[in-house]
Each structure stands twice: as structure tokens, then as C-alpha cells.
């Protein structure tokens, strides 16, 4: 069961830094590595709330995951649980966010500053998770020297010095996907070792660049195709399309094509 916070010696706020720990290489699996930062969130919202203490269920259940996973999930990083107690929720965040790094401040350059640029440099959650926007870069001169979200765009050409000057490790691509390879080859050239990509455009890198696709469209139509299931199933719905593309036969309720 949660239970609120008490008096007590708090462990170390995320932020806060550890100089004696050093990264211990665990060989964590990528899907569990991409579940912590659901599980870090989960828990910052359980601290928000006043809960001191949760079980593997309700901790589970916060982060929309089952509880066996959760567990398989946090034994590759050390056993924080206590027996008949469950987890202590602020050190438990702490060691989730000193796993995945973010205890400490990443400066990021952001490169395209259109619509979706300009949102994600207004985003004021990157600065409570870890991130530092420390750059707007675009290539378009009408944008050069406007202010967003506090910073002036700069010209992309001058990218190399600002991502040294800043030591930054981390790009986020907002271009077109016409524009997208050369900008990724110039972040890397630059020194950025990850990018987050959120142009429709598959990037080649070099090993030991990691890459995070972020693509809005085939999310959207990942739930139209739900959206099609679900219709297909009722007859009766309104949302049943009329008619499908040439060529296309829509798929029965039990997934065999209808003819």
C-alpha cells in the first residue's frame, strides 16, 4: 500500500550529484532501458503526490506496465525492494534516474525551428527531466536572431562552434526530410554522438551515433488502423469506410481477407 511521506532523511533529489558512483555496464536490455523513463515518471508523480513508499503493483500500475515485468525490469539495476514493504519511492527515483543519466544537466542544440521546432523550444518539461536546450539552430535567415523560449536562432552554419562551445552530446533534428541527412552528418561531424530525429526520414550514422526516430504521421496512423479494426468489427458504425483504395480488400473481424 502507499504510504506518505514521513520525517525522515530524504535520499538524494535527482539533480543532486554522487561523486563516488561510477557506471557499472550491466547489459541492461533495450526494452528495459526504454520502460525506465516511464517508471522514473511514474515514481516523480508518486513523490508529487506525497507517497513515500509503493508496491511493485502500484508502481506497475502508475507506469501502465504489468507488475512481473516491472520487477524483471529493476532487477537488472540492483535490488531496491524490501520484502512486505515494497519501494522506497525517492530513492528508488534517484537510482532510475542516475541509471539513465540524468542526474546531471545534457545540453541539447535543437536544429529546425518551424512549428514543431519552435514547440520543442518552448517545452519548459526538458528542464525538469535532465535537458538544457542551449541552441536553436535554422537555416532559413528570416527565422535568424528571433527569440524562442529565451534563446535567438543562430545560423545552422554555425553549428560546429556551438556544439563545442556548449559540449554538446545530444541534437534533436526538426528539418524537413529533405534536409534531415545533412544536417544528422553535420551534428556528427560536429561531435554529437545522439540525435533524436523527428523528420520523416530514415538516417544512416556512423557506429556509436545512436539514433531516436520520433514520427507524429505513422503514430496517427497506427490508431487509424485500430480505429479501422474496430469499425470493421461493428457493421453498423459510422466509421466503416466506404471504400478502400484499389487493390485493397478490407479485412475481415478474424483478420482473414474478405474476397
Same mark, same amino acid.
Given at each position: 500500500?502507499? +504510504?506518505?511521506?514521513?520525517?525522515? +532523511?530524504?535520499?538524494?533529489?535527482?539533480?543532486?550529484?554522487?561523486?563516488?558512483?561510477?557506471?557499472? %555496464?550491466?547489459?541492461?536490455? %533495450?526494452?528495459?532501458?526504454?520502460?525506465?523513463?516511464?517508471?522514473?515518471?511514474?515514481?516523480?508523480?508518486? #513523490?508529487?503526490?506525497?507517497?513515500?513508499?509503493? #508496491?511493485?503493483?502500484?508502481?506497475?500500475?502508475?507506469?501502465?506496465?504489468?507488475?512481473?515485468?516491472?520487477?524483471?525490469?529493476? #532487477?537488472?539495476?540492483?535490488?531496491?525492494? +524490501?520484502?512486505?514493504?515494497?519501494?522506497?519511492?525517492?530513492?528508488?527515483?534517484?537510482?532510475?534516474?542516475?541509471?539513465?543519466?540524468?542526474? &546531471?544537466?545534457?545540453?541539447?542544440?535543437?536544429?529546425?525551428?518551424?512549428?514543431?521546432?519552435?514547440?520543442?523550444?518552448?517545452?519548459?518539461? !526538458?528542464?525538469?527531466?535532465? !535537458?538544457?536546450?542551449?541552441?536553436?539552430?535554422?537555416?532559413?535567415?528570416?527565422?535568424?536572431?528571433?527569440?524562442?523560449?529565451?534563446?535567438?536562432?543562430?545560423?545552422?552554419?554555425? @553549428?560546429?562552434?556551438?556544439?563545442?562551445?556548449?559540449?554538446?552530446?545530444?541534437?534533436? @533534428?526538426?528539418?524537413?526530410?529533405?534536409?534531415? &541527412?545533412?544536417?544528422?552528418?553535420?551534428?556528427?561531424?560536429?561531435?554529437? +554522438? #545522439?540525435?533524436?530525429?523527428?523528420?520523416?526520414?530514415?538516417?544512416?550514422?556512423?557506429?556509436?551515433?545512436?539514433?531516436?526516430?520520433?514520427?507524429?504521421?505513422?503514430?496517427?496512423?497506427?490508431?487509424?488502423?485500430?480505429?479501422?479494426?474496430?469499425?470493421?468489427?461493428?457493421?453498423?458504425?459510422?466509421?466503416?469506410?466506404?471504400?478502400?483504395?484499389?487493390?485493397?480488400?478490407?479485412?475481415?473481424?478474424?483478420?482473414?481477407?474478405?474476397?
Amino acid at each position: 500500500m502507499t +504510504t506518505p511521506r514521513n520525517a525522515r +532523511t530524504a535520499a538524494p533529489a535527482v539533480g543532486a550529484a554522487e561523486p563516488s558512483a561510477k557506471p557499472v %555496464e550491466r547489459g541492461i536490455p %533495450e526494452a528495459t532501458v526504454a520502460r525506465l523513463p516511464v517508471y522514473l515518471r511514474a515514481l516523480t508523480g508518486l #513523490s508529487d503526490t506525497g507517497v513515500d513508499t509503493c #508496491s511493485s503493483e502500484e508502481l506497475a500500475a502508475a507506469a501502465g506496465v504489468n507488475s512481473a515485468k516491472l520487477r524483471k525490469d529493476l #532487477s537488472y539495476l540492483g535490488s531496491y525492494g +524490501t520484502r512486505g514493504v515494497g519501494y522506497d519511492v525517492e530513492y528508488l527515483r534517484y537510482q532510475i534516474a542516475r541509471e539513465i543519466g540524468v542526474t &546531471q544537466d545534457w545540453p541539447v542544440v535543437i536544429v529546425g525551428i518551424g512549428n514543431l521546432g519552435h514547440a520543442l523550444a518552448n517545452y519548459s518539461g !526538458f528542464s525538469s527531466r535532465g !535537458f538544457r536546450i542551449v541552441a536553436l539552430l535554422d537555416a532559413d535567415p528570416r527565422r535568424q536572431g528571433e527569440d524562442v523560449g529565451g534563446l535567438g536562432i543562430r545560423p545552422f552554419e554555425e @553549428i560546429e562552434r556551438l556544439v563545442e562551445e556548449h559540449h554538446v552530446a545530444i541534437g534533436v @533534428i526538426a528539418t524537413p526530410a529533405v534536409a534531415a &541527412q545533412h544536417v544528422c552528418d553535420r551534428l556528427v561531424a560536429a561531435g554529437v +554522438t #545522439s540525435i533524436l530525429n523527428f523528420a520523416p526520414a530514415v538516417l544512416t550514422v556512423p557506429h556509436g551515433v545512436d539514433v531516436r526516430k520520433v514520427d507524429l504521421s505513422i503514430e496517427l496512423q497506427i490508431l487509424a488502423y485500430h480505429e479501422q479494426r474496430k469499425a470493421l468489427a461493428d457493421p453498423g458504425s459510422d466509421a466503416v469506410p466506404d471504400a478502400l483504395p484499389s487493390g485493397l480488400a478490407p479485412l475481415a473481424a478474424d483478420g482473414v481477407v474478405s474476397r
